[in-house]
């Protein structure tokens, strides 16, 4: 880790707790995420994995036992204090488990995001709707039908036309929530090659409950264990030297 | 051996019982046709559905149904306007918005208006709506269309929100969290989204509104002033085709053109509820495609 290059942190959580009600589902935990890098997230069912990603774009703001404290700031602004949910979730798009195309065509599904901001220029968005596809590795596949439903493809595809669909916002952090759980290896192959490629211009965080899966992708890994994060390193030293033992019987599948 | 003789009894009564409904429509569309249809041997179909003027007991008589027809799709007409955008907004509220004891209330509020009697809603809309309306917009009377549709929209109100609100639910979760993951605020999530994706169930819960709404007879007889002339503006006294078989059927001599007449009526109000009821099964059932 020493040897790295510092790299600008894009998303910061500082001491973050989250409570469900009078559940506690995270116990102040405080992680950089670089720009520009995979982070993966792993850990058993309950760790808070999940948790802590929805609390990275403010999607459990619906949720009304949803409580914080602490803080998560992207980019130093404060997600929960400065910035309003709306503006955070266009700036931190999130992938989900199931894909889940909204009812409408491909090219609507890619555009419906643009357009809530406020995007009418025509040329600018037929040209957004062929990079995102591009950039999902979805664009050979669909260019031909972009305004047949986006219910039509494949289990596979449509978890793709849901990246692209987040790309298409343009935003500064993807989070992927276990996107390859519903999906066949081939399937899983493609969508994690498309994860390593957006590398080069986003800053990407994975939650998986697959730890090959981490360490296939990732630059990093954290490890949540109830709530609290136990470990945070690179993801060769936390597959091959992990510092705490609860980590090591992680990875070597004695639990979870 | 008991047993199965047992189990055979039982399905054929669940069975018998089930066809028993069917059976009632088919012989009450039946009673109908035979009483109504009469009435042509007589009257020509054209003078019927095309006449201007209901004048059952003039010499010589005239049964044009039009004024009634029209009354009944003025007011009719006039309640969905008014119930439908009301209906809708309710029930995005309850289902999207509201939480804990709110939600709550308004369900059971909702399903209260629903179990008051027409003939209480009809005799407020007499009593209290009619005198507001006749002040305000300085009529001869408040006995109008609009305090008729007044009324029904509050009658329709509960059919369409209650099934709205089951349209809604209905729609994936994750659809909602989708929206707003896209960086849709709430009310693009719900306009753009979730209306859109509910949209057969809404259409299925305002055909059944209508459906209840133009087969309501004792609210309408109290408040519409039941003037049988086509109607001009809302602001003036119509006739439904309901209210004027109730009104008139105590007094028609059974067996006379009259009393058949209102029996022609019943066949054209039967008709139009069946459409709205067809359509409404058809919109359904699309849903869960």
Not at chain 1, 54 to 70: H, I, Q, T, V, W
Not at chain 2, 243 to 252: L, R, S, V, W, Y
């Amino acid at each position: 880790m020493v040897s790295e290059a510092p790299a600008a942190v894009t998303m910061a959580a500082q001491q973050w707790s989250v409570w469900y009600g009078t559940v506690q589902a995270l116990k102040s935990v405080t992680l950089d995420i670089r720009s520009r890098e995979i982070l993966g997230v792993i850990g058993p069912a309950n760790s808070g994995k999940t948790s802590f990603l929805r609390s990275l774009n403010r999607m459990n703001d619906m949720n009304p036992a949803f409580r914080y404290e602490g803080k998560i700031a992207l980019d130093r602004q404060d997600i929960y204090r400065e910035l309003d949910g709306q503006t955070v979730r266009r700036r931190v798009g999130i992938v989900f488990a199931l894909p889940l195309p909204l009812p409408m065509s491909i090219r609507e599904n890619i555009l419906y995001g643009p357009r809530l901001r406020g995007e009418r220029n025509r040329a600018r968005l037929e040209e957004l709707v062929e990079r995102s596809l591009k950039a999902a590795s979805l664009w050979e596949e669909v260019r031909d039908r972009l305004d047949s439903s986006a219910m039509k493809l494949s289990g596979g595809q449509q978890q793709r036309l849901c990246i692209a669909r987040t790309l298409a916002m343009e935003p500064d952090v993807v989070l992927f929530d276990e996107p390859c759980s519903g999906l066949d290896p081939i399937s899983t192959a493609k969508v994690e090659e498309t994860m390593v490629q957006l590398k080069a211009h986003y800053t990407l965080v994975l939650v998986t409950n697959n730890t090959k899966q981490a360490a296939r992708v990732s630059d990093r890994v954290a490890f949540f264990l109830m709530g609290e994060l136990i470990e945070l390193g690179s993801t060769e030293v936390m597959f091959t030297a992990p510092r705490d033992r609860r980590t090591n019987d992680y990875i070597t599948g004695r639990f979870g | 051996m008991w047993q199965r003789w047992r189990e055979r009894f039982i399905e054929k009564t669940i069975a018998a019982s089930g066809m028993f409904s069917i059976i009632v429509v088919i012989l009450i569309f039946l009673f109908l046709l035979k009483e109504g249809l009469a009435l042509f041997r007589t009257v020509p179909m054209t003078d019927f559905l095309g006449g201007d003027r209901w004048y059952p007991i003039s010499e010589p008589p005239r049964f044009g149904v039009l004024p009634l027809i029209l009354g009944s799709c003025v007011v009719t007409l006039g309640a969905i306007v008014l119930a439908v955008p009301v209906s809708i907004a309710s029930a995005l509220f309850i289902s999207e918005i509201a939480a804990g004891w709110a939600k709550d209330a308004l369900k059971t509020g909702i399903e209260l208006l629903a179990a008051i009697p027409s003939v209480v809603l009809g005799f407020l809309g007499m009593a209290v709506l009619a005198p507001w309306i006749k002040y305000l917009f300085q009529l001869p009377t408040g006995l109008t269309a609009l305090t008729g549709s007044i009324i029904l929209a509050l009658m329709a109100m509960p059919t369409i929100v209650s099934i709205t609100e089951d349209a809604l639910a209905a729609v994936p979760r994750g659809y909602r969290e989708a929206a707003l993951a896209l960086g849709a605020t709430r009310w693009q999530m719900m306009s753009r989204v979730l209306l859109p994706a509910a949209r057969p169930g809404i259409l299925a819960a305002v055909m059944l509104g209508i459906g209840r709404v133009i087969g309501e007879t004792m609210a309408v007889m109290m408040v519409t002033g039941n003037a049988a002339v086509i109607p001009r503006s809302v602001l003036q006294p119509v006739r439904t085709m309901t209210a004027t078989i109730a009104a008139e059927m105590g007094e028609a001599v059974r067996g006379s053109d009259h009393y058949f007449a209102l029996f022609a009526i019943g066949i054209v109000l039967f008709a139009i509820s069946f459409l709205l009821n067809a359509a409404a099964d058809l919109f359904l059932h699309q849903e869960r495609h």
